[in-house]
Every structure is written in structure tokens, then in C-alpha cells.
């Protein structure tokens, strides 16, 4: 056998050496880029929250957007905006598929509503797994609550009396907990359905027009309405937590009223959902840096003495969870058996339709 020209044994180097050159550059050049730092001078940040003006969420959104500039580098511009719509899917959506990824737009959403795609809503475009999930500050509560002057006096009145209460859009808290309650502990809720936002729905328990709310947080209604319970306006009936929340501990969970085993599995998957209440988020292929940026910037902002006074005066929680905690939490709901990720996907798309 013939041997092989020597021009193209020497080929081969340098072919492998290219390769190995071309290789190093691109790892350099994206070494390079990670490591240019975030700056957001002269930008100007949107922070999207995704219900009506006058909720709780729209009270920590905008205490954030107040303060959090400073922490921020470039000390940029944060401007509060409202995005309300489809159970908080249009500000979801907007994050998710819109919004830019250079640190210029982040949001408040409903925890609960970002699993809307794991339980198979075609209209929520993202996967809560992707999304960038960089703090909470502070849990949610959900609860059922009665006006004073209504015949509700305990959570074993729910099961036996029809309650008719206020809810807003079909995926929103405050539409989805009275059905689950219906369908997985028997309560008798009955909604009245296209109030704006939990503030919306406020004002028709003063006016009598419903006889109560269930799904709205129990730190939002401090925050909210504290003349309510100064005045004794109204009872707190139930609390859809996994375990009782320590200014309720007379109050029972709804997971107690379970008649068996599955249901009670399908009902901690949505009490789990919604634990990190106060998530704040970027859109999915933020890149790391500005994703750290934002979370070191929320945790200075947790000790900030001003934020914490601002907060403690209307009447805010702050008890943070870090983006990292939350991102598990999110990663572990997605785990879970296939079996109760599906019972809960048909339950939630049969009593919302």
C-alpha cells in the first residue's frame, strides 16, 4: 500500500488545531460577554402587574417599584404598570413572549396562575419552569371570608348553606377556590361572577350585593382592609394554606374537610401552587447576570430600613422567599405523580369552563 502524500498527513493538525482555535474564541468571546456588567443607566424598567389597581398584589408591585431603583445598577427609572386581564394571563403572556430580557421588564404575577399550562390551559403561553423567578415576599393565604351580617358563622356552614359569593375573571383566585371547594370538599358556593378585582369585589360585600369572597389573601385583606376586622365586619371562615397560618389558628384548613385520599392529594397541589404569593419574575432567557442583579437587589431592598417602614405602613408582609427557593418549589410541583397532575388539570378545565 502506497503511502500517504505528506501534505495531507500534515492537514490534519492543522485542521484539528483550527477547530480547537475556533472553539476557544467562541468560549472567550461568550466568557467576555458574561462578564460585561448589567448596567441600566437611563433605562427605563416596566414592572408589569398583572391585576386591577388596589389589590394586594398591586400595593407590593408598586411599594417595589418605589424603592428598588437604588438597588438596581445605573439607578434606572422603576414605573409601575397594570396589565389586569384573563385571571392575570395577559400579563403572563406579555412576560413570557414580549417583554425584553435586558433587565428592562419584570413583573408581579399570581403564583397560581403560572401553572396554568402544567394543568393544561391552551391559553397560557409558558412554562412556569422557564420563567425567571426571582423572589417572593410573602406568602399567600388564601381564604374564605363572610360579611358579618350574613348566617355564615363556621366552615361547616359552607357545607350545608348555599354562599354566594363575588369572583372576577374565569382563572382568577377568586373564581377558582369556591369551584375547587365545591368539587373537592362539597362546599355550596354559588359566584357571581365580573366583579374587578378583589377591590371589586370588596365593595359588593359593603353594598350586600354578594355575602362574601373566597381566594383572597388573608395578608392582602389586612393590608387592604383593616377597618373590616378593627370593626368585626366580617368572619374568616376557612384558610386553603398547608398549614395554618399563625393569626388563624382557630381557623381550620379545607384540606380537614377531604372526604378521601385523592382529593386531598389534588388539593395540596393547588395549595402548593400558590405558597410563594408575591413572586416577582423575569421573562424566561433573561441572562444570569441580570437575573442575579434583581435577586441581590431584593434582598438589600428586604433589610432596606425605608422599604420596611413604607411597607409596615400599609400594612405589608415582607417575608421573603429567594428566587432560588421559589425556582425549587416550581421544579418540585412539576414532579410531582402524573396522576394527580392530570386529576387536577380536568378538575380545574371542567369548573372553569
Same mark, same amino acid.
Given at each position: 500500500?502506497?503511502?500517504?502524500?505528506?501534505?495531507?498527513?500534515?492537514?490534519?493538525?492543522?485542521?484539528?488545531? =483550527?477547530?480547537?482555535?475556533?472553539? %476557544?474564541? !467562541? $468560549? *472567550?468571546?461568550?466568557? #467576555?460577554?458574561?462578564?460585561?456588567?448589567? @448596567? /441600566?443607566?437611563?433605562?427605563?424598567?416596566?414592572?408589569?402587574?398583572?391585576?386591577?389597581?388596589?389589590?394586594?398584589?398591586?400595593?407590593?408591585?408598586?411599594?417595589?417599584?418605589?424603592?428598588?431603583?437604588?438597588?438596581?445598577?445605573?439607578?434606572?427609572?422603576?414605573?409601575?404598570?397594570?396589565?389586569?386581564?384573563?385571571?392575570?394571563?395577559?400579563?403572563?403572556?406579555?412576560?413570557?413572549?414580549?417583554?425584553?430580557?435586558?433587565?428592562?421588564?419584570?413583573?408581579?404575577?399570581?403564583?397560581?396562575?403560572?401553572?396554568?399550562?402544567?394543568?393544561?390551559?391552551?391559553?397560557?403561553?409558558?412554562?412556569?419552569?422557564?420563567?425567571?423567578?426571582?423572589? =417572593?415576599?410573602?406568602?399567600?393565604? %388564601?381564604? !374564605? $371570608? *363572610?360579611?358579618?351580617? #350574613?348566617?355564615?358563622?363556621?366552615?361547616? @356552614? /359552607?357545607?350545608?348553606?348555599?354562599?354566594?359569593?363575588?369572583?372576577?375573571?374565569?382563572?382568577?383566585?377568586?373564581?377558582?377556590?369556591?369551584?375547587?371547594?365545591?368539587?373537592?370538599?362539597?362546599?355550596?358556593?354559588?359566584?357571581?361572577?365580573?366583579?374587578?378585582?378583589?377591590?371589586?369585589?370588596?365593595?359588593?360585600?359593603?353594598?350586600?350585593?354578594?355575602?362574601?369572597?373566597?381566594?383572597?389573601?388573608?395578608?392582602?385583606?389586612?393590608?387592604?382592609?383593616?377597618?373590616?376586622?378593627?370593626?368585626?365586619?366580617?368572619?374568616?371562615?376557612?384558610?386553603?394554606?398547608?398549614?395554618?397560618?399563625?393569626?388563624?389558628?382557630?381557623?381550620?384548613?379545607?384540606?380537614?374537610?377531604?372526604?378521601?385520599?385523592?382529593?386531598?392529594?389534588?388539593?395540596?397541589?393547588?395549595?402548593?401552587?400558590?405558597?410563594?404569593?408575591?413572586?416577582?419574575?423575569?421573562?424566561?432567557?433573561?441572562?444570569?447576570?441580570?437575573?442575579?442583579?434583581?435577586?441581590?437587589?431584593?434582598?438589600?431592598?428586604?433589610?432596606?430600613?425605608?422599604?420596611?417602614?413604607?411597607?409596615?405602613?400599609?400594612?405589608?408582609?415582607?417575608?421573603?422567599?429567594?428566587?432560588?427557593?421559589?425556582?425549587?418549589?416550581?421544579?418540585?410541583?412539576?414532579?410531582?405523580?402524573?396522576?394527580?397532575?392530570?386529576?387536577?388539570?380536568?378538575?380545574?378545565?371542567?369548573?372553569?369552563?
Amino acid at each position: 500500500m502506497s503511502a500517504r502524500p505528506r501534505h495531507i498527513l500534515r492537514s490534519f493538525p492543522r485542521k484539528r488545531e =483550527s477547530r480547537l482555535f475556533a472553539l %476557544a474564541l !467562541a $468560549v *472567550a468571546l461568550a466568557t #467576555t460577554a458574561q462578564a460585561q456588567p448589567v @448596567d /441600566l443607566t437611563g433605562k427605563t424598567v416596566t414592572l408589569a402587574i398583572a391585576t386591577p389597581s388596589g389589590g394586594g398584589y398591586d400595593l407590593y408591585g408598586r411599594m417595589v417599584a418605589r424603592h428598588i431603583g437604588r438597588y438596581l445598577p445605573g439607578n434606572p427609572t422603576v414605573v409601575p404598570q397594570n396589565m389586569p386581564g384573563a385571571g392575570s394571563l395577559i400579563a403572563a403572556n406579555w412576560l413570557a413572549n414580549v417583554a425584553p430580557k435586558d433587565g428592562s421588564a419584570i413583573a408581579i404575577i399570581p403564583s397560581a396562575t403560572l401553572f396554568e399550562n402544567l394543568l393544561g390551559n391552551a391559553q397560557a403561553r409558558f412554562d412556569a419552569r422557564a420563567l425567571r423567578w426571582l423572589v =417572593s415576599l410573602n406568602d399567600y393565604t %388564601a381564604v !374564605a $371570608v *363572610a360579611w358579618h351580617d #350574613t348566617p355564615f358563622m363556621t366552615a361547616d @356552614d /359552607l357545607l350545608s348553606k348555599e354562599f354566594l359569593v363575588g369572583a372576577n375573571a374565569p382563572a382568577s383566585d377568586t373564581t377558582v377556590w369556591p369551584l375547587l371547594l365545591n368539587a373537592l370538599i362539597g362546599t355550596k358556593t354559588k359566584l357571581v361572577r365580573g366583579y374587578p378585582g378583589t377591590a371589586g369585589i370588596a365593595l359588593a360585600m359593603e353594598r350586600g350585593e354578594v355575602q362574601g369572597m373566597i381566594g383572597d389573601d388573608w395578608a392582602s385583606i389586612k393590608a387592604n382592609k383593616a377597618s373590616w376586622l378593627r370593626e368585626s365586619k366580617v368572619r374568616i371562615l376557612m384558610q386553603m394554606t398547608a398549614d395554618r397560618h399563625a393569626d388563624l389558628s382557630d381557623v381550620p384548613l379545607a384540606s380537614e374537610f377531604a372526604k378521601d385520599e385523592d382529593n386531598r392529594r389534588v388539593l395540596a397541589l393547588f395549595v402548593a401552587r400558590q405558597k410563594h404569593g408575591r413572586p416577582f419574575l423575569a421573562p424566561p432567557g433573561t441572562p444570569d447576570a441580570v437575573a442575579d442583579v434583581y435577586r441581590e437587589a431584593f434582598a438589600k431592598l428586604a433589610t432596606d430600613g425605608e422599604f420596611l417602614r413604607d411597607a409596615q405602613q400599609a400594612q405589608l408582609i415582607i417575608k421573603v422567599a429567594p428566587g432560588a427557593e421559589v425556582t425549587a418549589l416550581v421544579q418540585s410541583i412539576h414532579g410531582l405523580p402524573r396522576s394527580v397532575i392530570d386529576k387536577a388539570s380536568a378538575l380545574i378545565r371542567r369548573i372553569t369552563q
